[in-house]
């Protein structure tokens, strides 16, 4: 990454964090979990101690053995609003790395609630290669099942947005689609904020080979994520891959939320999450696309980019305006 307008000291840490992650990644298609756990630093929930003004817990649901939970973000406001809309927050990591508690990601939900301000439900689903598609997909439609019979205190569960940022943004994309066809009680979903989503297919587009070699997301190591995700056989265009494709669900008829793309003019993705946004504009849908063409993937998570900030008050807006339609 030669751009000047991000700081060396980023540069560095996305260095470091793309040789811990080749580090982990085993030649065989298994991950080194000690590894990667070791380089991924968590933090703890603050149920009783707000933290940046924001309380958070772990929720467990479901089957103990499948270990799904999510951590639960409520602002400790003054005097307390009327409900506030529900963030449903999916982190990155190519379905195979991170997790809800891990230090960036409980940032960047501190961040969510505080500024919009809003409930944030951070899901930590299934990694690959352990558990394959559509593990991750079923974690995320079990927490919106559990969530339309368990409302979290202030939360209004129509004004529901789904978020997340790289696989997290895919993964929200699908859960969207299940969304639509399903009869919730009480949660509806209104918007979707897509940052940087990981999409892809076989084809090289213009911008993975210009950019294959940058870190986090270089051509090898998401080739070595998809197949991870991928069932046995599948190749990547598949659906779940190559959302925008020949083998794409049709949505042309669903209700489907209206949505915000980001796009990072440094991030090999770009050309996959551009096509995204002409296909959902294609199929008759509200979309909104906002590009940072200094910005590589992931940068967001950095708040000491002044861009990051603009980002979160972009957002800030769009679930401002959604809610109010």
Request: proline share 7%; with cysteine.
């Amino acid at each position: 990454m030669s751009d000047t307008s991000v700081p060396w000291t980023i540069r560095l840490v996305l260095s470091v964090a793309s040789t811990m992650c080749d580090a982990a990644r085993r030649s065989n298609g298994t991950i080194n979990r000690r590894l990667a756990t070791f380089i991924d630093f968590k933090s703890p929930p603050t149920p009783t101690n707000p933290l940046r003004s924001i309380f958070s817990s772990d929720v467990s649901i479901g089957d103990p053995s499948r270990h799904l939970w999510f951590r639960l973000y409520t602002p400790s406001l003054t005097p307390v609003p009327s409900p506030l809309p529900v963030i449903i927050f999916f982190h990155g990591g190519g379905f195979s790395f991170l997790s809800a508690a891990s230090r960036s990601y409980d940032l960047v939900c501190r961040r969510f609630a505080l500024k919009l301000p809003a409930i944030v439900v951070s899901v930590n689903y299934r990694l690959t290669p352990e558990h394959r598609y559509p593990s991750q997909y079923d974690d995320g439609y079990e927490v919106l099942q559990y969530l339309d019979s368990n409302r979290p205190p202030n939360a209004d569960l129509s004004k529901c947005f789904l978020a997340g940022d790289s696989a997290g943004a895919n993964l929200a994309h699908h859960l969207a689609v299940r969304a639509c066809r399903t009869r919730f009680e009480l949660v509806k979903v209104i918007g979707l904020i897509s940052i940087q989503p990981f999409f892809g297919g076989e084809e090289r587009t213009e911008s993975e080979i210009r950019l294959k070699e940058t870190p986090l997301v270089s051509v090898e190591r998401t080739d070595w994520l998809w197949k991870a995700f991928l069932p046995e056989g599948e190749d990547r265009d598949h659906y779940a891959v190559n959302v925008s494709g020949r083998n794409a669900e049709d949505i042309t008829a669903l209700e489907y939320p209206e949505t915000v793309v980001v796009v990072g003019g440094l991030d090999p993705l770009q050309d996959w999450q551009r096509r995204y946004y002409e296909w959902l504009k294609k199929s008759g849908k509200k979309v909104t696309l906002l590009e940072y063409p200094n910005m590589f993937h992931a940068f967001y998570v950095f708040p000491e980019l002044p861009l990051s900030s603009h980002l979160f008050t972009q957002m800030k807006s769009f679930v401002d305006r959604v809610a109010k339609s």
